[in-house]
């Protein structure tokens, strides 16, 4: 997968690129990742990327040439055009699996009050990565380079993914690791039995349990098979009894 990210900021993602699992991914040419100024592309004199808001107002808008010549500079017949703004689509796994797809993709990154609306008839994909807002793009670009980096086979060697939060629509399960017994806090007896098939089940009920508690959007989403719903009815007793 290629990423081209436009920015004002280009230095930004350095410590994102050369950090642990994304530098490897890009070293191993699983990713082929860069980080273009579209301040490069302005012919205005005074190499000024944005203006005051037509019908006036408070602050200034990125305008069009600069963000378009940019965007032409470096998309292919199959490039993705992806712009991180407040106004998008909400990320979730899902989307994040949709966008990983592409082969070429290129994340648009804002500033100050936001584009000029003509730029987004040259975006495919508007996406926010919730409903907060930010100085910048770049954070936000961030998020999204690095969920649908480590979803490319080879970059998280394990199938530790496919247990992943979201991935069934669940939250995780409950984890400990040694010791057995820290301040009075023990690892639940069921984990150190060595019975697989009850260790199974009692993941996957408190799996339930944690999404029924912080997250119950989640489980009316979710299509629940019959152990799935059986589980969920003992949680829905057991917390009632709390
Ligand atoms: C465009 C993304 C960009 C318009 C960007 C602000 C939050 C998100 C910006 C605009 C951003 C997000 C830059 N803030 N929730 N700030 O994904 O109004």
């Known amino acids: 997968m290629k990423i081209t990210v436009l920015t004002l900021f280009p230095e930004f993602f350095d410590s994102f690129t050369n950090t642990s699992i994304i530098k490897r991914a ?10 273009v100024n579209f301040r490069d592309y302005t ?22 040439q600069p963000i378009v010549d940019a965007i032409k500079a470096n998309r292919q017949k199959d490039t993705k055009v992806i712009m991180m703004t407040p106004q998008g689509a909400p990320l979730n796994q899902q989307k994040v699996h949709e966008l990983a797809q592409s082969d070429d993709v290129i994340v648009l990154c804002g500033h100050y009050e936001g584009f000029d609306e003509r730029i987004r008839s040259y975006v495919d994909e508007e996406i926010s990565i919730g409903d907060y807002v930010l ?7 961030v998020v999204l380079c690095d969920a649908m980096i480590r979803l490319h086979d080879g970059v998280i060697t394990t199938t530790s ?3 992943d939060s979201y991935e ?7 984890q400990y690791t040694r010791p057995i017994e820290f301040e009075g806090q023990k690892v639940p007896d069921i984990l150190l039995s060595g019975h697989h098939e009850n260790i199974r089940k009692w993941r996957l009920k ?15 989403k979710k299509e629940l098979n019959k152990e799935e719903s059986k589980l969920l009815s003992e949680v829905i007793e057991e917390e009632k009894m709390k």
Not at 135 to 141: C, K, R
Not at 168 to 174: S, T, V
Not at 207 to 214: E, F
């Open 161 to 163: 993914h496919e247990d």
């Open 206 to 220: 408190e799996s339930i349990r944690k999404t029924y508690l912080r997250r119950p959007d989640l489980l009316d």
């Open 26 to 35: 890009i070293d191993n040419k699983h990713v082929d990742f860069s980080s």
């Open 168 to 174: 069934n629509g669940l939250l995780e399960y409950p």
């Open 135 to 141: 100085t910048g793009g770049e954070t936000a670009a």
């Open 43 to 64: 012919l205005d004199k005074h190499n000024n990327v944005d203006d005051t808001v037509c019908g006036g107002g408070a602050g200034m808008l990125l305008t069009c």
